[in-house]
């Protein structure tokens, strides 16, 4: 038996094609077949079952044992970024998916990382929250930084949530807004204004809420382009909705171009913000080490609000 019969295995498994998993690898379709006869031969059991038109499918004792192949070279991964660990030098990848309020203050983590790691080659995205639980469930990305509340945590075991900051939604207008002066909002007052809304599963469901307890919310349109959004506030278009956490880096907020306002006379759902990974993927020293240089910075913005 040999390391690379189990790379064979597992890939064939996540693709479902003898085909596919040979490009993948850059090896011959001829070379994965036969390697993986070989082994079947040598526990004497057979790992898939090979069909026209379904591809290779794993019988049930493959499914097992294609399980105990990932878990083995998930050890072996560990084993030699341990050892890479003692060196002084840290390389490989980095991929990381963020949700839009929240990229700006990745900037000094990212930073902080890149310059005690120089060789690490670093991938960052902005995503909604749902489309990065999709990345880390098909191991596309390392770790994503989303919305966390308590309805997408349930039903989740395959994967791990770890809340940094908790905060509550706020109203963002503009400075020249008739309402920029105030320091508190009401539902009922938020009715009467043209909303801008952003096209996250939390923001829609805060918005959804809001229309249930209080009635019809004026939405001139949604989007996902936050900056759309901030030019449309800008402008008097209309007033939008974020958490208040995602305010602390944001330049026009900074400058005071856009006001931030609280919302009182609604009990808001509980929202935070934090990491989610996969359980099942490997927990790479990379992603180790940047999560220790994000939890630093996180500690000192929760420490300077």
Do not use: C
């Amino acid at each position: 038996m040999h390391i690379e019969q189990l790379e064979y295995i597992v890939k064939v498994a996540e693709t479902g094609s003898i085909s596919i998993a040979a490009e993948n690898l850059h090896v011959s379709q001829s070379g994965i077949s036969q390697s993986i006869t070989r082994l079947e031969d040598e526990l004497g059991v057979k790992i898939f079952k090979r069909h026209r038109r379904l591809g290779a499918v794993p019988t049930n004792e493959g499914k097992i044992l294609i399980k105990k192949a990932y878990e083995v070279l998930i050890r072996l991964q560990e084993f030699k970024e341990e050892a890479q660990s003692f060196n002084t030098v840290t390389s490989g990848n980095l991929k990381l998916s963020s949700i839009p309020g929240f990229m700006l203050f990745l900037l000094e983590p990212l930073a902080s990382f890149k310059n005690a790691f120089s060789n690490v080659n670093i991938e960052v995205s902005e995503k909604g929250t749902q489309h990065i639980i999709e990345l880390v469930e098909n191991n596309q990305i390392d770790i994503g930084l989303i919305t966390i509340y308590d309805d997408l945590i349930k039903k989740r075991e395959d994967l791990k949530f770890e809340v940094i900051l908790e905060g509550k939604m706020q109203v963002y207008v503009s400075k020249s807004s008739p309402i920029a002066a105030q320091k508190f909002i009401t539902p009922e007052q938020l009715m009467t204004q043209n909303v801008i809304l952003y096209n996250g599963d939390y923001v829609k469901r805060f918005a959804n809420d809001l229309i249930n307890k209080f009635g019809q919310m004026n939405i001139l349109f949604t989007t996902d382009n936050t900056e759309v959004i901030k030019k449309a506030i800008l402008e008097g278009l209309g007033i939008s909705f974020g958490p208040d956490f995602s305010n602390k880096y944001d330049p026009y907020v900074l400058s005071g171009e856009i006001v931030p306002i609280e919302i009182i006379d609604y009990e808001q759902e509980k929202i935070g913000v934090g990491w989610v990974r996969s359980e099942n993927n490997h927990f790479s020293i990379n992603t180790k080490k940047f999560l220790e240089h994000f939890n630093f910075h996180s500690r000192m913005l929760t420490y300077s609000s």
